[in-house]
């Protein structure tokens, strides 16, 4: 953590607590490394939507912005009228696609510890930007930030007329945003605090009383030391580079050769043994080539539930290493049925792991009652509740599959709190970053008076357990 941040955090703190006081936070490149529009961009490239002169219309602009900061409604007015037409569903639709696949990685940690700072002050969190809905709200979503102040777009029957609803919030305009929030609220200004990162946030920077310069570039540097603003440089997540290319192609390179040594083994020995020894140590030295290093506590709770059914919170192709690094043995996974269509199904097919078929309901019944047989056998069954890889470290909603399958087999829940892996390889990434995972082996919970009535409050808790510990992690 750095100083900069340290003061920053010590700021938040010493500020009065509760709702008089509000947090406006920028997005692009402030929240966000770079700008969330070349993300759109990209995908409207990909899916052939914008042409060449679309394209050049839209770079001239950008370059022009880049010269002269002054005329910055240029990119924002030709970035709108390029959604004539469209469906406001379909462009919801397509945001949410955007954010799970390329924004969502780029949110910077330590500016989401600053969110998080604020709202544990119970201080209005606000995020006020020239970005439009379709860019902002799921990043707003994201945080947890419940106001967003942004350029709206006009939109008549569900179909965007590529004008705008109202002034494009960039430069004045934000700042005249920001101080109209504060009055509808009843807010002292001198109180509140602004992030922002460019030159043209100076006015909305000066509006309140504790303005933060984040990553400043050299127009807003100038000014804040004119002014006297607090800069902050946020640390950015290291790039792979080399390190990381030759870590991934070497921790592949380890997991193949792990089941390969594992197959052999289990020619001579028990091939359920095989698979404890075998899987846990491929795991290890694939992390170790990777260049990860873990650290794990409560690892005094795996003894205390085995068998078990094992839940971890999923961010990363990481974190399937990570649990079985620490589950170690017996124990087997679930995972969802078109993973066995991949080429590299071999490894799920010999390590026995269960495919659920979530389409044909008596199949999965089939499977899941098979696993229940396979725990009461002895074996453990890891699980990831949110069902699929989230793009940031916001838990998902837990489904109740692996509740069920506990209360079935009657065997206690063990919780693993994993951090970190969504930053070492995140959704989308090609290479592992080195660096360190973390992960924390909560206390088991006994399933033996659950009933389907109190399912949906029981998962609820169990819930609020990881957003805990994911929480305690960052005030640490």
């Not at 700072?117 to 006020?128: D, F, P």
Request: contains cysteine.
């Amino acid at each position: 953590m750095s100083e900069a941040r340290d003061r920053a955090l010590e700021a938040i703190a010493a500020a009065p607590r509760g709702p008089e006081v509000a947090a406006f936070f920028d997005l692009d490149g402030t929240l966000v490394r770079g700008y969330t529009a070349i993300a759109f961009l990209k995908d409207q490239l990909r899916r052939g939507e914008l042409g060449a002169r679309e394209l050049l219309r839209i770079g001239s602009d950008a370059i022009r912005h880049h010269k002269d900061p002054s005329m910055g409604l240029g990119p924002i007015t030709s970035g709108v009228e390029l959604l004539r037409g469209r469906a406001l569903v379909d462009l919801e639709a397509q945001a949410a696609q955007v954010f799970r696949n390329e924004v969502a990685r780029r949110i910077r940690p330590e500016a989401r510890s600053l969110v998080r700072a604020h709202q544990e002050a119970g201080h209005q969190v606000v995020m006020a930007t020239a970005a439009t809905p379709f860019q902002a709200r799921s990043v707003a979503e994201d945080l947890g930030i419940e106001h967003v102040l942004c350029t709206e777009v006009e939109v008549v029957d569900g179909v965007l007329t590529g004008r705008l609803a109202g002034p494009a919030r960039w430069g004045p305009e934000k700042a005249a945003a920001v101080i109209a929030f504060a009055e509808r609220h009843g807010l002292d200004r001198q109180k509140c605090f602004a992030y922002g990162n460019g030159v043209e946030d100076e006015d909305f920077l000066a509006a309140v009383g504790h303005p933060v310069a984040v990553r400043p570039d050299a127009g807003l540097a100038d000014i804040a030391r004119s002014k006297g603003f607090p800069v902050l440089e946020l640390d950015e997540p290291r790039e792979p580079g080399l390190r990381g290319l030759a870590g991934t192609v070497g921790a592949f390179g380890v997991f193949n050769a792990g089941l390969f040594a594992t197959l052999a083994a289990s020619a001579v020995m028990d091939k359920r043994e095989a698979r404890a020894v075998g899987g846990s140590s491929t795991a290890d030295m694939a992390l170790a080539a990777a260049g990860v290093e873990l650290q794990v506590t409560g690892l005094e709770h795996l003894e205390a539930a085995r068998p078990a059914v094992v839940l971890f919170n999923h961010q990363s192709n990481l974190d399937a290493l990570v649990v079985a690094s620490i589950v170690r043995r017996d124990f087997t996974a679930v995972s969802k049925v078109e993973a066995g269509r991949d080429p590299r199904s071999f490894a799920l097919r010999y390590l026995a792991i269960a495919l659920i078929d979530r389409s044909d309901t008596e199949r999965a019944r089939k499977s899941v009652a098979a696993l229940a047989t396979r725990i009461r056998g002895g074996e453990s069954v890891i699980i990831a509740p949110e069902g699929t890889r989230m793009p940031t470290p916001t838990l998902g909603r837990f489904k109740q599959g692996g509740f069920r399958l506990a209360m079935n087999a009657g065997v206690p829940l063990l919780p693993i709190v994993i951090r970190n892996t969504g930053e070492l390889w995140p959704r989308g990434a090609a290479f592992v970053r080195p660096g360190v995972a973390e992960a924390r082996v909560l206390p088991p919970i006994p399933t033996g008076d659950w009933t389907l009535e109190t399912l949906t409050e029981r998962i609820a808790g169990v819930r609020e357990l990881y957003a805990d510990a994911l929480a305690s992690w960052g005030a640490a």
